[in-house]
């Protein structure tokens, strides 16, 4: 009995980052708040182009209008976080996005909703988030310690993957039975939710050496990404994985073509199931530390099951791959962020997080796109397993092009050990200053 206590234990996600940090669970709970409704959205979106126009092209376009502010304002938002205080900037554009959703609501409760500004609209909404993303993200690594980011970015997988199996089923429920107005209006209540949760944090200052925002400064951003060839890897697999195997534009069509339209809440939440299930049983990946072959397997497991999930008729076996798919995409994710945070200097953080802000954000928005065009000559299955195919093809050509990324190991890479020490030595300062304001305060020499 202790044995298998002992094997669940190393299962189990490491929750040492939620206890040891206020502030990341601060910035834990908002995020679970706010992509509930996020995700609610997310389904409301495709249906509701789709009742308006029955054009796959016209919901793979989502991704199109999306694409430019988001290179935009990411690489953008990516120079702010390094220059000013990233929760200031995460309450702002928070503001901002929930005053686009409520502009989102109105529309829904026209006689007849315009299809023009949910276009309009998402291309505000993907400006708003290349401006926070990069702040949010590069949050995490200041308020937890430096050998507890792989159990942090787990933990924040965890409730993104629980919001993403909830959402898209509550969502197709709550579109066909209340309208997607009503999945808007629990989208604006989240994010009020949200900026209570974030004004209560401690501000997050930018670091001692880092550069004021201009195009000098995100060049230098972009020059140091150019300059690691493990990260360009890393860049590179995640827009060919997403570009050519992210079907989720087709999925109303999909269960239409599955005579299965009742499972179409199902196939969106299939992919967040099978991510679901890894972060609760992936205490195991806090262990690896050979993170670029645990990046190259999980790509090509992601490729292969979407060619099987096209491949195959039964509305039954496509879940079962969407979910394999999943899992394979969460592993791919806790490789990606780990090489990131453990090896990028604060000072850069904010920028090279706008880089994979687009990194993996625009890929899925080309790959809307490509499903929606592919799917015309091909047919809505066509689509989908021979992106899959393309996919397993483009990350064996890049894992061939670029054999450092194999190498990497955390344990032994020069930058993972610089930003170690550049981690210890804030937070002893950091402990430094703390213990001298309690000092000062209790009338005691320092």
Not at 291 to 318: C, D, E, P, S
Not at 326 to 344: C, F, K
Request: charged share 15%; aromatic share 8%; proline share 5%.
């Amino acid at each position: 009995m202790t044995g298998t206590a002992h094997f669940v234990r190393r299962l189990l996600p490491d929750l040492t980052p939620w206890r040891a940090s206020r502030d990341f669970r601060l910035l834990w709970l908002s995020g679970c708040v706010t992509g509930f409704g996020s995700f609610l959205t997310f389904v409301a979106l495709p249906i509701q182009i789709k009742e308006l126009t029955g054009s796959t092209l016209a919901v793979g376009l989502i991704g199109a209008f999306e694409l430019v502010p988001l290179v935009a304002f990411g690489l953008w938002g990516g120079a702010l976080a390094d220059a000013l205080d990233r929760r200031r900037l995460v309450l702002l554009s928070e503001a901002g996005l929930a005053l686009l959703t409520a502009l989102m609501l109105a529309n829904s409760l026209l006689p007849h909703p315009l299809l023009w500004p949910i276009y309009l609209v998402a291309a505000l909404v993907a400006a708003l988030d290349g401006l926070q993303r990069p702040a949010l993200d590069s949050m995490t690594p200041r308020v937890v310690a430096h050998d507890q980011l792989p159990a942090a970015f787990a933990l924040n997988s965890l409730y993104r993957n629980v919001a993403s199996v909830a959402g898209p089923p509550i969502a197709g429920v709550v579109v066909v039975v209340a309208g997607a107005g009503f999945a808007y209006a629990v989208d604006l209540l989240t994010f009020l939710v949200s900026l209570a949760l974030i004004a209560r944090m401690r501000p997050v200052p930018p670091s001692g050496g880092a550069a004021a925002p201009s195009l000098r400064s995100i060049g230098q951003g972009l020059g140091y990404a150019w300059s690691r060839k493990d990260l360009l890897g890393t860049y590179a697999i995640d827009v060919v994985a997403m570009l050519f195997a992210y079907p989720v534009a087709l999925f109303p069509f999909l269960a239409a073509e599955l005579h299965a339209e009742w499972a179409l809440g199902l196939l969106y939440a299939a992919t967040a199931l099978g991510a679901l299930l890894v972060a609760a049983t992936g205490g195991w990946t806090s262990r690896v530390h050979r993170h670029g072959r645990m990046l190259l397997f999980a790509a090509l497991g992601w490729g292969v099951a979407m060619t099987l999930a096209g491949l195959f008729g039964n509305v039954w076996l496509v879940l079962l791959f969407l979910a394999l798919a999943g899992g394979a995409d969460q592993i791919s994710g806790v490789a990606r962020s780990t090489i990131w945070n453990q090896s990028i200097p604060d000072e850069l953080r904010g920028r090279l997080a706008g880089v994979e802000l687009l990194s993996y954000s625009v890929g899925p928005q080309l790959g809307q796109v490509r499903a929606g065009a592919m799917a015309k000559p091909l047919g809505t299955r066509g689509s989908v397993w021979a992106g899959g195919a393309l996919c397993v093809l483009g990350v064996l050509a890049l894992t061939a092009a670029i054999p450092r990324l194999l190498a990497w190991d955390s344990r032994t890479d020069p930058n993972a050990l610089a930003v170690r020490e550049q981690h210890e030595r804030r937070a002893a300062a950091e402990a430094a200053a703390a213990a001298e304001a309690g000092a000062g305060a209790a009338g005691v020499p320092a």
